[in-house]
């Protein structure tokens, strides 16, 4: 376990901001750092809870985190958030309280900002205007790709597309095909918008296949061009 002092997280957060912090001017940086706090989420833990009313812009530093709604006897994951991840603030921008629930996929590092203090920003600096306008249309781009995945594709595929999502978002570990990610049956179920039965019979097949290796939670793909074959086609 890496043990950092304050200064040296701080650093290590400014640094990972840079893209966010790189469009502020030097005065707004230094207000938004000052009103800036931090919180280590262990693995399960709640971020936020569908129905409450957004405060804090939040950013996922380390760690990864899952957005998903709840809904009749289970959970559909509607996206995965990887670091660096600016998330929590659409329904602040459009005036709503989150239609969402997040949590921790594993220890995550999170730095919240005062959302009313990100919006003063906004009104004066179209640069970071324009940044998140990007993240959103960013977001809204992957979330239309994942509806169409998730409501027109057979079970099969949209297993293989969740596969190809995560490995996407999180990449895999030094040795090229084993994903970084360790999700657990019941999340790659929500996140597929099937059954955890279904996902663990469908998972088999595709280990049958040659198409993955699976050992516990650790995923590896076997042969990424026909995974995404199947992907699109089922």
Known sequence: MVIRTKDAEREMIISSLSDLFGVL????RAHLLACMTRRLYRKGEIIYREGDIPRQLLCLVTGKAKV?????????IVRVVKPVGYFGYR??????????EAAALEPALIVKFPLALVERFIRSNTQLAWFFIRQ????????????????QKHVRA????????????YGTEPDGITLCSRLS???MANLSNMTTSNAIRTLSVLQQEGLVNVDGRR???????E?????EIG
Do not use: M, N, P, W
Request: proline share 0%.
């Open 25 to 28: 001017s030097e005065g707004e």
């Open 68 to 76: 998903y709604k709840d809904g009749v006897g289970r959970s559909q």
């Open 219 to 225: 995923i590896s793909i076997l042969d990424v061009d």
């Open 227 to 231: 995974l995404r074959h199947v992907s």
């Open 185 to 187: 049956r019941e999340d």
């Open 91 to 100: 329904a602040a921008f459009s005036g709503q309280a989150y239609i969402t």
């Open 136 to 151: 959103l249309a960013q977001a809204l781009g992957s979330s239309d790709e994942r509806t169409v995945a998730l409501t």
């Open 158 to 169: 949209r297993l293989a597309d969740s596969i190809l999502y995560l490995r996407e978002c």
